[in-house]
């Protein structure tokens, strides 16, 4: 015997276990999101956070992140602080919801307290224990920051409740993540960032609810306007509005590499003619596939090396795209707006993390 086996023994095959430290992860169907977390997704059996300033499309991550555990068989959750929940919008957006199936999106509206929420997360563990049920469960909070705490349900009470609200986040989210270790639940939050009234450049703005939900997270995406509030809008043929380009970083991950950084455009309006890809109607929420190709044509800060854009494809003269030969064999140049046509015609470029590897 030797010593390694000592140890194993006495804390009972707890130490140097592969087992214990193997993981699924639950993707969010955005590549270029999956290709900057590196490991494809928010892992099973942790923490996550979505955070960023005012209409970043935190929430529009989050739903997708949803939808797409759905449509790998897995349970999908959401506590609703916001009031902002709309039935209709999160059909559109592919979700289902209201179909009467089991794989339908389980809402807890108007939540008002975090204790709810802790409590709420507590009786979808409880239940899963006793279910059936293996699959994927994704667990959404939208929003950390538009929810309160009992003491502000009491009427005449006065005086700062942040410091209450970050006590409590810290117990239930320190309790939380020994909860969900090893199993298939992940559950993932968005927050907001506010500006720090008064501090340092180098600290100007936080999140709300303290600094135990970030300290215990394994992964943390900061999503921000690409090119300003102003800058980042998308526009028609006949300069209207319809969407934004969307960029990020990947603020912390114990998965895999942090700060990887992504690109992605939402879409608002559904059924409008695409600037860029002529022909195409553009799609409602994020365009993960228009996401896809600004990743291979060379966001370069992107996960898989400053190479890849010359490894899977080149913009050749007038316009075209080139598909690298020694990759995909002899094929035809095509331009942006055929981008969906060779999709079907390749469909492993719909896996560039297959292609990598």
């Known amino acids: 015997m030797s010593l390694n086996d000592d140890f194993k023994r006495a804390?009972?095959?707890?130490?140097?276990s592969s087992q214990a430290w193997t993981y699924e992860v639950l993707p969010t169907g955005c590549a270029p999101i999956d290709l900057a977390l590196v490991c494809g997704g928010f892992g099973e059996g942790r923490v996550?956070?979505?955070?960023?300033?005012?209409?970043?499309?935190?929430?529009?991550?989050?739903?997708r992140w949803l939808i797409e555990t759905q449509r790998n068989g897995g349970k999908a959750f959401l506590f609703e602080s916001e009031?902002?929940?709309?039935?209709?919008?999160?059909?559109?957006?592919?979700?289902?919801?209201g179909t009467g199936t089991k794989d339908d999106l389980l809402v807890v509206p108007n939540l008002t307290s975090v204790e709810d929420f802790f409590d709420g997360v507590d009786t979808i563990l409880k239940v899963l224990e006793t279910s059936k049920f293996k699959g994927p469960t994704a667990i959404g909070w939208d929003s950390l920051a538009a929810t309160g705490t009992k003491h502000l349900e009491k009427k005449g009470v006065k005086g700062s409740h942040a410091a209450k609200r970050a006590l409590l986040i810290s117990e239930g989210v320190t309790r939380l993540s020994g909860q969900i270790t090893g199993t298939r639940v992940a559950v993932v939050n968005t927050n907001q960032t506010k500006i720090k009234m008064g501090a340092k450049e180098w600290d100007e703005t936080h999140t709300p609810g303290?600094?135990?939900?970030?300290?215990?997270?394994?992964?943390?995406?900061?999503?921000e306007f690409d090119g300003g509030p102003t800058g980042s809008k998308i526009t028609d043929?006949?300069?209207?509005?319809?969407?934004?380009?969307?960029?990020?970083?990947?603020?912390?991950?114990?998965?895999g590499p942090p700060f990887g950084e992504f690109k992605f455009p939402v879409y608002t309006v559904a059924g409008v003619v695409h600037p860029v890809f002529e022909g195409v109607r553009t799609k409602v929420g994020i365009d993960c596939e228009e996401a896809l190709l600004d990743w291979y044509l060379g966001n370069k800060k992107a996960t898989f090396g400053e190479d890849h854009e010359h490894r899977f494809m080149t913009v050749a003269g007038a316009g075209y795209i080139?598909?690298?030969?020694?990759?995909?064999?002899?094929?035809?140049?095509?331009?942006?707006?055929d981008w969906l046509k060779t999709l079907e015609a390749y469909p492993m470029l719909l896996d560039p993390k297959g292609l990598v590897q």
Do not use: Q
């Open 322 to 337: 080139t598909l690298n030969e020694d990759v995909f064999g002899k094929v035809k140049k095509f331009r942006k707006k």
């Open 48 to 63: 996550g956070e979505i955070f960023g300033s005012w209409s970043t499309g935190k929430t529009l991550v989050l739903y």
């Open 237 to 255: 043929d006949d300069g209207e509005m319809i969407g934004r380009s969307i960029r990020g970083k990947v603020v912390k991950n114990k998965l």
């Open 11 to 16: 804390f009972k095959g707890a130490l140097f």
């Open 210 to 223: 303290g600094r135990a939900w970030p300290y215990i997270c394994s992964t943390r995406l900061e999503v």
């Open 83 to 97: 009031g902002g929940f709309h039935a209709d919008w999160f059909v559109a957006l592919g979700g289902i919801f």
